[in-house]
């Protein structure tokens, strides 16, 4: 940790668009600050930006974290999955505590608003995908409120442009992924993942939508977990919005959500790229907090999950 | 010389969206035998949006992908066996299994600008060493230019042909013939079309990509398709016949399949009728069209408001979901009493 600021310090690998988006979110961060910027391309638009900030930078890549560990308390990964499997290699020998902000599904897979406190206790964490974070605090609401879920579906539109290749090529693992948090964390016998990549102009925000056969007793219930999730996932993801409450339509439970992303360095309608970054640094910050203060402290200044969950 | 005119009949997999997706085995082994017996060349069978596509979003199948491909694989012998499939909907896993089954033409679709999410999947196909042909569906929401770039991505990745579908049955033949002129001065593989009536024009626009070089024409029996149903194949392989092209059925042999058709499947056939029409107005996919009739009732909203409200969104096919947000907006809006029992989970 920073002793002259109480901050801890963390180091993002990946320079593209998630990454610098990354890097201005935690610049804003009351409890962690971005103290490296790596990636292994020296030309990159993000490299650039980040030293422009005064921010240290190095396109030396995962060697550079090796030879400055000291230098950092905490690492984002923002490459790609492969990537990552090839990273954590090292990320296990320098002990850093890790965020996953790929899909490649090798850290606990965790959602603020209802694992956060069980995850920072791990030390490679996966921030699961867009529509996982986007999805699960309601499949979470919905598992809390009915009594049994047979199946659950996601289906979210993201606008084109926020589309990046990496993401267009590896629709596979999204999909998966996605279907295998929803499984886990709704415990649903069934779920599947659909995904829309649309090219309109103006650009359309991220919109997902969930639908769950479940047997439940009381439709005011749902109503009302999903409206208390909406309120703890905002806390973190400013831009999540319920378009559609809970109905009932052809016996199966419906609803909507957009994120408007916060803009702070990718455009507003890329609420996909916003809500992972978000719940990253959502996790960071916990994670701080959980360091840096004593178990009794943190209970006395009651700082712990309950400020993120439902 | 007139290159051979190939038919690509999707009465088993677009006709599954004028019936929910609930086409039974039973219909699927009866059809898939006459196909054979007409000599149809590719026989498209699935649920209508395709492998791994069953879902709330679009409707859940009555059989399973596997089910509905075992049943036509039985019977289609000259006849080569088809699948459409949209990345995002369905998965790599949905594809091995059309593949261990022995799938011969794999149809790999994706929105019209949007022809590099179906890179790994016509790579995985051609890998195999089997039939893959590129889709741009709503072709309709672009130009000929931009059309052209995408095309020649598939045709990069290695697709065998290349399709523009008029998803949503916008098209005029002046429109076609621009698209399909542009694209077969510019590509080197066949070029394919798929139309649809929603403006009674899925004969013509059929015909008009034909003139101009298209040599893979999608029909249906009976029109048996989404919206107001595709390109009427009798009707098609008629003019085909009249206008001397060189094809492999014939009317004769076409009479016993819509014979078939009419027995055992198409008794709901789709006509056009005002929604259709709107659905081809807007540019709306056609397959849009009983979910927008079936929620426009149900929230009490104007039928054609919705339409227009969800064509200024721009929505692509796969974004069903929007409609009841958006009728749900409406209602809202109009102060109905339906949203808000809807709201309190009476269905």
């Known amino acids: 940790m920073n002793a002259e600021y109480g901050k801890s310090r963390v180091a993002i690998i990946g320079t593209g668009r998630v990454g610098t988006d990354l890097l201005f979110k935690t610049l804003s961060s009351c409890y962690v600050e971005p103290v490296a910027f790596v990636g292994r391309n020296r030309n990159s638009e993000g490299l650039s930006i980040a030293r422009d900030l005064g921010i240290e930078v190095s396109s030396d890549g995962i060697d550079f974290l090796r030879e400055n560990a000291d230098s950092f308390d905490y690492l984002f990964d923002a490459t790609s999955a492969d990537s990552h499997r090839l990273n954590n290699i090292v990320f296990q020998q320098i002990q850093k505590f890790i965020i996953d902000l790929t899909p490649?599904?090798?850290?606990?897979?965790?959602?603020?608003?209802?694992?956060?406190?069980?995850?920072?206790?791990?030390?490679?964490?996966?921030m699961i995908t867009c529509g996982g974070q986007a999805a699960l605090p309601l499949a979470h609401a919905l598992r809390q409120s009915t009594s049994d879920i047979e199946y659950l579906e996601i289906v979210s539109s993201i606008s084109s442009r926020s589309a990046g290749i990496a993401t267009r090529e590896n629709i596979d693992e999204y999909l998966t992924t996605t279907e295998t948090s929803l499984i886990r964390f709704s415990g649903t016998k069934r779920a599947k993942a659909i995904l829309n990549i649309n090219p309109a102009y103006p650009d359309v925000c991220m919109q997902t939508t969930v639908y769950a056969y479940a047997i439940f007793g009381d439709f005011e219930k749902i109503a009302a977990c999903v409206s208390a999730m909406e309120k703890a996932v905002k806390r973190y993801v400013p831009g999540y919005e319920i378009v559609l409450p809970p109905v009932l339509d052809k016996d199966r439970i419906t609803l909507s959500l957009t994120v408007h992303g916060r803009g702070d360095f990718l455009p507003k309608y890329a609420g996909n790229l916003d809500i992972i970054n978000c719940a990253a640094v959502a996790v960071a910050e916990y994670k701080h907090q959980a360091d840096s203060r004593t178990e009794v402290q943190f209970a006395k200044e009651n700082i712990d999950q309950r400020s993120y969950s439902a | 010389?007139?290159?051979?005119?190939?038919?690509?009949?999707?009465?088993?997999?677009?006709?599954?969206?004028?019936?929910?997706?609930?086409?039974?085995?039973?219909?699927?082994?009866?059809?898939?035998?006459?196909?054979?017996?007409?000599?149809?060349?590719?026989?498209?069978?699935?649920?209508?949006?395709?492998?791994?596509?069953?879902?709330?979003?679009?409707?859940?199948?009555?059989?399973?992908?596997?089910?509905?491909?075992?049943?036509?694989?039985?019977?289609?012998?000259?006849?080569?066996?088809?699948?459409?499939?949209?990345?995002?909907?369905?998965?790599?896993?949905?594809?091995?299994?059309?593949?261990?089954?022995?799938?011969?033409?794999?149809?790999?679709?994706?929105?019209?600008?949007?022809?590099?999410?179906?890179?790994?999947?016509?790579?995985?196909?051609?890998?195999?060493?089997?039939?893959?042909?590129?889709?741009?569906?709503?072709?309709?929401?672009?130009?000929?230019?931009?059309?052209?770039?995408?095309?020649?991505?598939?045709?990069?990745?290695?697709?065998?042909?290349?399709?523009?579908?008029?998803?949503?049955?916008?098209?005029?033949?002046?429109?076609?013939?621009?698209?399909?002129?542009?694209?077969?001065?510019?590509?080197?593989?066949?070029?394919?079309?798929?139309?649809?009536?929603?403006?009674?024009?899925?004969?013509?626009?059929?015909?008009?990509?034909?003139?101009?070089?298209?040599?893979?024409?999608?029909?249906?029996?009976?029109?048996?398709?989404?919206?107001?149903?595709n390109t009427q194949l009798e009707t098609l392989v008629a003019v085909l016949e009249r206008q001397k092209y060189p094809i492999n059925t014939s009317f004769k042999l076409i009479v016993g399949l819509t014979r078939t058709a009419e027995e055992l499947i198409t008794k709901d056939n789709p006509n056009i009728t005002?929604?259709?029409?709107?659905?081809?107005?807007?540019?709306?996919?056609?397959?849009?069209v009983p979910h927008i009739e079936r929620i426009a009732k149900k929230l009490a909203v104007d039928q054609f408001e919705l339409c227009e409200r969800l064509a200024a969104r721009q929505l692509i096919a796969g974004q069903e979901d929007i409609i009841l947000e958006e009728a749900f907006r409406l209602a809202e809006m109009r102060g109905g009493t339906e949203k808000k029992a809807l709201a309190m989970g009476h269905a």
């Open chain 1, 104 to 126: 490649a599904r090798l850290g606990h897979f965790c959602v603020p608003s209802i694992n956060l406190r069980e995850s920072a206790r791990h030390s490679n964490v996966n």
């Open chain 2, 1 to 229: 010389m007139q290159k051979k005119i190939l038919i690509s009949d999707p009465t088993l997999r677009d006709g599954n969206h004028a019936i929910r997706h609930q086409l039974t085995l039973n219909q699927i082994e009866a059809y898939a035998l006459s196909a054979e017996k007409a000599r149809i060349d590719i026989l498209e069978v699935g649920h209508g949006n395709g492998l791994g596509a069953s879902s709330s979003l679009l409707g859940h199948a009555q059989a399973s992908d596997i089910e509905m491909l075992e049943a036509a694989r039985k019977h289609c012998r000259n006849t080569k066996l088809g699948i459409h499939f949209i990345p995002g909907l369905g998965k790599n896993a949905d594809l091995d299994i059309a593949i261990e089954i022995g799938v011969d033409v794999f149809r790999i679709a994706s929105h019209c600008t949007e022809a590099n999410t179906t890179r790994r999947y016509i790579e995985k196909v051609k890998s195999k060493e089997l039939a893959a042909y590129g889709v741009l569906m709503m072709s309709h929401m672009a130009d000929a230019e931009t059309l052209c770039e995408q095309a020649m991505l598939m045709e990069a990745y290695g697709a065998d042909g290349l399709v523009l579908m008029d998803s949503a049955g916008f098209s005029t033949p002046d429109l076609v013939r621009q698209k399909v002129t542009y694209l077969k001065s510019r590509l080197g593989v066949d070029i394919g079309f798929h139309a649809h009536n929603n403006l009674g024009l899925a004969i013509a626009n059929s015909l008009a990509a034909i003139e101009c070089g298209a040599t893979v024409i999608d029909g249906c029996s009976k029109g048996f398709g989404a919206g107001a149903g």
């Open chain 2, 274 to 288: 005002c929604a259709h029409i709107a659905s081809g107005l807007y540019g709306l996919f056609s397959g849009y």
